[in-house]
């Protein structure tokens, strides 16, 4: 019988529906010792259940910035175009684009990575789109995050004893 891995992050923080099928989870997590707020699709299907590769993963500062890009958002979708709304860089060649997409005649979110490593310029497929009408909810789950990583301590702990 197949091992099945339980997902446990640091805090749960939200879900949004997308579909029968799939959902985008808030929740806070570590890796390497390092505490981040991540954004990912999650599928909910009879062969396979649990998290893709599609989603972020913010540290606190470009989590503030996320913030602060999307409070001068109004409640109802104002553009009738695709709006570049902020710029993180996440590590050298590597950037995070939050931008108002229009798709399938649908307004959204979309938080994208951007690659310009000298072997490729364009989008990466480690992204994730939050439907505006789900905007507020998701703003109020990124707070959660913010607020939770603001308690615990982000950087991880030296393995060398300091004297």
């Known amino acids: 019988m197949a091992e099945t891995t339980t997902f446990a992050p640091l805090k749960d923080i939200g879900t949004l529906e997308i579909s029968e099928e799939s959902e985008i989870k808030f929740y806070v997590d570590e890796y390497k ?94 992204g994730v789109r939050v439907p505006y009408k789900d905007l507020q909810k998701a703003i109020g789950f990124m707070k959660e995050m913010q607020d939770f990583l603001k308690t615990v301590d982000t950087k991880p702990k030296s393995s060398a004893a300091k004297p």
């Open 33 to 126: 010792g390092f505490k981040y707020a991540s954004i990912r699709t999650f599928l909910k299907r009879e062969g396979y259940t649990g998290p893709t590769k599609a989603g972020v993963t913010l540290n606190p500062t470009v989590l503030a910035g996320v913030l602060e890009a999307l409070a001068k958002l109004s409640p109802e979708p104002q553009a009738l175009e695709e709006v570049e709304l902020a710029r993180f860089q996440k590590k050298m060649g590597t950037e995070l684009v939050v931008r108002v997409t229009i798709y399938k005649d649908t307004t959204g979110v979309d938080f994208r990575e951007w690659i310009d490593d000298g072997s490729y310029k364009g989008w990466s497929k480690k």
